[in-house]
């Protein structure tokens, strides 16, 4: 990786490299055990020009959305956090609240997850998602949606087909995407010229703030803080006009923006955040520095946990398979003699084997029959929601661990 893809500058920085991986949503069948099994660099870069922090585009995305192991709708809290978003939306971008007929269209928009709340409130929609097996589900669920990515071309022509969109949503896809300055005209053209787009990503500042390097995997183009997606908009002829701090993936943030001809000045938030990160050494070398050996700490640490777990005959299995959770066991070489196996609520995921460290996938139901002495929750982002679903687990003195932003291991009650 040469240059930077957003500014074009060759002022890139490493800031951590965790050495070669597969795919994170690469799940291996039984059959595909005995097979070669590709796996690329992982190594976070920023750019010392415009700061944003990036890896390089090894794998496309056509190879990782066909075919998606991912359904939001799995997530409780997820599905909640989109509920919830929309109410807030219709009263913000007062969609219909004139008697007009408002327009949402959401890109990446996975199983419907979200536009099922506006489909609930009678708002026409419309949802964008490339991946085929996702889509239809979204589909079956009663949520219009095309399967295809978004480019410039996509965005004009669903705009000529559709009109305007009065709020575009993008929520978890604006890492995703190597051509930032392409999805970012694309968006530009889905929205309506005096139109609102909300883009949900995560904050590159709790992520270094708080170790959260599992969150770095090969869908993961790059890394935003809010200086550096002010200008990635910009790219595309939006401008970001407010910012909220999420607590979502263990801190995003949502940006507002809006054609640059009708933007305005931005809120007091946008100054605030920025002056965050610029306290904490965002648009300087110095605050990626540590970064590297505090991850480090994280991969020695739950391996001495693991390993003096095995030693004395204690057993550890895995609560999730989420892509961040791939990115963990291989980066710390975590295999079945140290985690027996891992579960999740994803039925596509059962029967299948985590990609690199051909860990089992299993139903939620088999923590329970083996009454394990540890569950490893490897979604740990999700800690309030998966402390309260495996609170049975004290039934048999069973505790969960919880490995980053730093190993903690919690005794759950009834």
Same mark, same amino acid.
């Given at each position: ?13 490493s ?56 359904f ?48 609930d ?7 964008i ?7 239809a ?34 929520n ?38 708080? @170790? ?14 809010v200086?550096?997606?002010?200008r ?5 002829g ?9 607590p ?54 739950l391996?001495?946990?693991?390993i ?6 204690e ?10 959770? @791939?990115?963990?066991?291989n ?56 402390v ?27």
């Amino acid at each position: 990786m040469t240059r930077c893809r957003l500014c074009g500058s060759e002022a890139l920085a490493s800031v951590v490299d965790l050495g070669a991986t597969p795919p994170c949503e690469s799940f291996l069948a039984a059959d595909q055990l005995d097979q070669p099994e590709p796996a690329y660099p992982l190594h976070l870069r920023v750019c010392t020009d415009c700061w944003l922090a990036q890896i390089p585009p090894l794998i496309t995305p056509e190879e990782t959305f066909k075919e998606y192991a991912y359904f939001s709708s799995y997530s409780t809290s997820w599905v909640e956090h989109a509920r919830t978003f929309v109410a807030d939306a219709v009263q913000r971008v007062g969609l219909g609240t004139d008697g007009s007929e408002a327009f949402v269209v959401e890109v990446a928009s996975n199983d419907g997850y979200l536009l099922k709340h506006v489909v609930d409130r009678g708002i026409r929609c419309l949802g964008i998602e490339p991946s085929v097996n996702v889509g239809a589900a979204a589909r079956d669920a009663g949520v219009p949606t095309l399967t295809e990515f978004l480019s410039p071309d996509t965005g004009s022509a669903v705009r000529a087909e559709h009109g305007p969109a009065d709020l575009v949503v993008a929520n978890n896809v604006y890492a995703h995407i190597p051509d930032v300055v392409g999805f970012t005209e694309g968006l530009r053209a889905l929205v309506a010229d005096d139109g609102w787009v909300s883009i949900e990503v995560q904050h590159l500042l709790t992520l270094i703030e708080e @170790n959260q390097y599992d969150t770095i995997y090969h869908e993961h183009f790059q890394y935003y803080t809010v200086a550096s997606a002010i200008r990635a908009l910009a790219s595309g002829g939006l401008t970001l006009v407010d910012v909220e701090l999420l607590p979502t993936h263990g801190g995003s943030i949502r940006l507002w923006a809006r054609p640059a001809e009708v933007a305005g000045e931005p809120t007091a938030r946008v100054a605030d955040v920025l002056a965050r990160e610029k306290a904490a050494g965002l648009q300087e070398l110095s605050g990626y520095t540590e970064f590297s050996a505090r991850v480090a700490k994280v991969r020695r640490d739950l391996l001495r946990f693991l390993i003096e777990a095995a030693e004395r005959g204690e057993t550890v299995v895995g609560y999730g398979a989420p892509g961040k959770g @791939n990115t963990l066991l291989n980066h710390c070489g975590i295999r079945p003699d140290l985690l027996a196996y891992t579960v999740d609520r994803n039925p596509y995921k059962h029967g299948r084997f985590t990609p690199g460290t051909r860990i089992p996938i299993l139903p939620p139901e088999q923590i329970a029959a083996d009454k394990p002495d540890y569950v490893l929750v490897l979604p740990w982002n999700l800690r309030a929601e998966l402390v309260e679903q495996l609170s049975f687990v004290h039934e048999w003195g069973g505790r969960l661990v919880f490995p980053i932003p730093e190993l903690s291991i919690v005794e759950v009650k009834a």
